[in-house]
């Protein structure tokens, strides 16, 4: 994960004070969803965050087809947010630092697959710039032991994940895998980016 020292290395362009009193969204991908979403959910400024399939070529997705690895589709997130409460690059840092490990190809911790692989899906020109030079940054602080593999891929089409994967970490506190792999990400954010922490 993150080195302690690269966290003091951000750009100061993603740091700025927000300014913008539109509401925007972000779209990642970063391993299996219910993680992604439960951490996103405790960002301050953070609005919605609804889980579904994004990058491949099927319509209307099922989960069952996205997990064949077949469709092209990877488990993402879209995440609505306060740009006047928090700026695209604070979601950025807690993407590459608490949510994933984007040295990780299609696959993140236990599960396996294309599906599960670390993207940033971009809607505008300056999301693309931003998180471009981001990772350009962490990687001249050498941030990570190994290569970033996150792909950089202009958002399509989002596809929502089925009701019962909604707030799943939320809804399901006690289940083994959000116990193992998620609840523990929700932690780091508490201890390490506590002024981006929200309790919900």
């Not at 913008?20 to 972000?26: E, G, Q, R």
């Not at 306060?82 to 993140?108: E, K, M």
Request: glycine residues 6%; negative net charge; charged residues 20%.
């Amino acid at each position: 994960m993150i080195n302690a020292l690269a966290r003091t290395l951000f750009p100061a362009l993603l740091l700025a004070p927000p300014t913008s009193p539109a509401l925007d969204t972000a779209y990642f991908a970063g391993g299996c969803f219910w993680g992604v979403e439960a951490v996103f959910e405790h960002v301050k400024g953070v609005i919605d965050v609804v889980s579904g399939y994004s990058g491949g070529r099927e319509a209307a997705p099922s989960y069952e087809q996205v997990s064949s690895g077949e469709t092209g589709h990877a488990e993402a997130v879209r995440v609505v947010f306060d740009p006047a409460r928090i700026t695209y690059g604070d979601l950025l840092r807690v993407f590459f630092s608490v949510v994933h490990d984007p040295t990780q190809l299609n696959r993140q911790g236990p599960d396996v697959g294309p599906q599960y692989r670390s993207a940033i899906f971009y809607r505008t020109p300056e999301q693309k710039q931003i998180a471009e030079a981001y990772i350009v940054q962490i990687t001249k602080a050498k941030a990570f032991a190994e290569p970033i593999v996150t792909q950089m891929v202009a958002l399509d089409r989002f596809f929502q994940a089925e009701a019962y994967h909604q707030n799943f970490a939320a809804n399901n506190p006690r289940h083994p895998y959000i116990v193992y792999h998620d609840a523990p990400k929700v932690e780091r954010l508490k201890k390490e980016f506590a002024v981006l922490y929200v309790e919900r």
